[in-house]
Structures are given as structure tokens and as C-alpha cells.
């Protein structure tokens, strides 16, 4: 909840007019934007007003990745107010790129439209399509016609900089698979793993330090090709095994504490016998 005038105003998603077909003429929405400007206005929140879009960033990761908590927990409320928060930040970018006179919440918004609109011809258009991979081919083919008006001349396209390695890694394998730059069977993909791992081994075995750090990445690429190829989301699966790892080792530190021992002080051994003690629980 924010305040204007004495006034309490709810900060939650706007919904979309049913008339009109944009979010502007909703109370909430109205509300939300002179939130935004009250704060950063003469006399408004100090922390605010000192914000830039560079010192937003790491706010606009964390919010995301809340958002992200919320849904594995499976909590609407909790859903909610994490939305919430992350639309927060699109209204603040919003807000100092209107300060700028670069553009508003509106034109964000319009932006958003024109792009779904042109995206789903078979809704908005004469396209028919049937399936759920029929929507995927036309939905790259029509980014890559995007991507040769902006003079993108490669299939790869553009990158963001700042995406997790495993995920830009899945993606470049992903673009390049779409024009058969592929493997045919998974039992290739599985000769590629153990050819990287044997170059990591042969690196370290020549002392060749300089040279291990590249063979760990070819390594951890041929993995992800491996998760692809599997269906498998690389970044979600390794995600559920720090999780398992984590949660082993409270387990460990658990049971070594009801033994009296403090683990700074245990040896491998001990730790790893209580390790595969908790294991086959």
C-alpha cells in the first residue's frame, strides 16, 4: 500500500478495460502511476528519487526471482504481492524514462501490444494454426523477420548479456537446432559428454591450468546439449540438486550436533559416514 494526499492506494497488478483494451483507464493503474511520480516528486521518498535504471537492476533480478519463489510454493497470495512487486519495478523504469522524456508507463504498454498483436497472427490474423509446435515456428520465424529489419544477420540473434550461462547456453543450442545445426541421436550427444570430460582430465594431467578452465565450459555446454536433448531444463534441474544438497547436509550438520560434535571440527570420514547415513533415509 502507498499514499497520495492522505489518500491509501493500492499497488496491485491493473486490470485491463474491457472496452478500450488498455490498462489506463483502470483506478488502480491510475493510482499506481501517481504513486510512482508522487515519490519521486519534490518531497517525496529520498531513497527514490536518487534511483537511476543502472541501480534498479539488481532490484528488478531480485523481485523476479521472487516472483519465481512464490509459484514454486504454490501460494496465490504470496503470487500476488511478488506480481506486485516486480510490476512495481517496470512502473518506477517507467517513471525516470518519463523524466528523461525517452518514453511512459502508456507507451510501454502500447509497445507490449503491437508486439503480442503481430506475435499471434493465427489470434489477431488470417494464420491458422493448430498445435502448440505450429505457434513455436511461427513465433521464431516471426523474431526472426523482426531480427532482419533491425539488420540481424544471424540465426543466434541476440543475447541478453546478463542471462545465467546454463540458460544462454540452452537458448544458443535451441536457435542453432532450428536450422539443423543438431545432433540425430542421443547416444551422440552422450559420446560428446565423455569426449569433455577426457579433455578436462587430459588438461589437468598436462598441468595445462590455463587450458581447464575452457574445458569445464566445452564440458558444461555438452551437458546442457544433454538436457536439451533430454527435455530437460538444465537450470531448473541443477537448481532441485543444490536444493538436495542442501538440505543433506543441515541434515548432517543436524545429526552430528545431537552426537555432541561440532563439524568444524570432524574429519572427512566422520561426516561422510553420517552423509551416507542421511542418504539412504
Not at 539488481?58 to 519463489?69: M, S, W
Not at 506480481?83 to 523504469?93: A, E, S, T
Request: glycine share 4%; hydrophobic share 40%.
Amino acid at each position: 500500500m502507498g499514499h497520495i494526499d492522505g489518500q491509501v492506494i493500492p499497488c496491485f497488478a491493473a486490470r485491463r478495460g474491457k472496452e478500450t483494451g488498455i490498462l489506463s483507464t483502470d483506478k488502480n493503474f491510475q493510482d499506481l502511476v501517481k504513486l510512482m511520480r508522487k515519490l519521486r516528486d519534490e518531497g517525496g521518498c529520498p531513497w527514490d528519487k536518487e534511483q537511476t535504471h543502472e541501480t534498479l537492476k539488481p532490484y528488478l533480478v531480485e523481485e523476479t526471482y521472487e516472483v519465481i519463489d512464490a509459484i514454486d510454493s504454490n501460494d496465490a497470495a504470496k503470487l500476488k504481492e511478488e506480481l506486485g512487486d516486480l510490476l512495481f519495478q517496470i512502473f518506477f523504469h517507467s517513471q525516470i524514462a518519463k523524466e528523461r522524456k525517452e518514453f511512459d508507463i502508456s507507451d510501454v504498454m502500447k509497445a507490449c501490444l503491437d508486439k503480442m498483436t503481430s506475435r499471434h497472427p493465427h489470434v489477431f490474423g488470417d494464420a491458422r494454426l493448430q498445435t502448440a509446435e505450429e505457434v513455436i515456428k511461427m513465433w521464431h520465424k516471426i523474431k526472426m523477420d523482426e531480427g532482419k529489419e533491425k539488420n540481424e544477420k544471424s540465426v543466434i540473434g541476440s543475447l541478453p548479456k546478463h542471462l545465467p550461462a546454463l540458460q544462454k547456453a540452452q537458448k544458443v543450442q535451441k536457435k542453432a537446432s532450428r536450422v539443423g545445426f543438431d545432433w540425430e541421436r542421443v547416444e551422440d550427444v552422450m559420446a560428446k559428454v565423455e569426449e569433455e570430460l577426457e579433455e578436462v582430465k587430459a588438461a589437468m594431467a598436462q598441468g595445462k591450468y590455463k587450458e581447464v578452465e575452457e574445458e569445464i565450459g566445452d564440458l558444461l555446454f555438452a551437458v546442457t546439449n544433454l538436457s536439451r536433448f533430454l527435455k530437460i531444463d538444465p537450470e531448473e534441474a541443477l537448481h532441485k540438486t543444490v536444493k538436495k544438497f542442501v538440505d543433506r547436509f543441515r541434515k548432517v550438520e543436524a545429526e552430528l550436533a545431537a552426537m555432541g560434535k561440532d563439524i568444524e571440527q570432524c574429519s572427512l570420514e566422520e561426516m561422510d559416514t553420517v552423509w551416507e547415513a542421511v542418504k539412504k533415509r
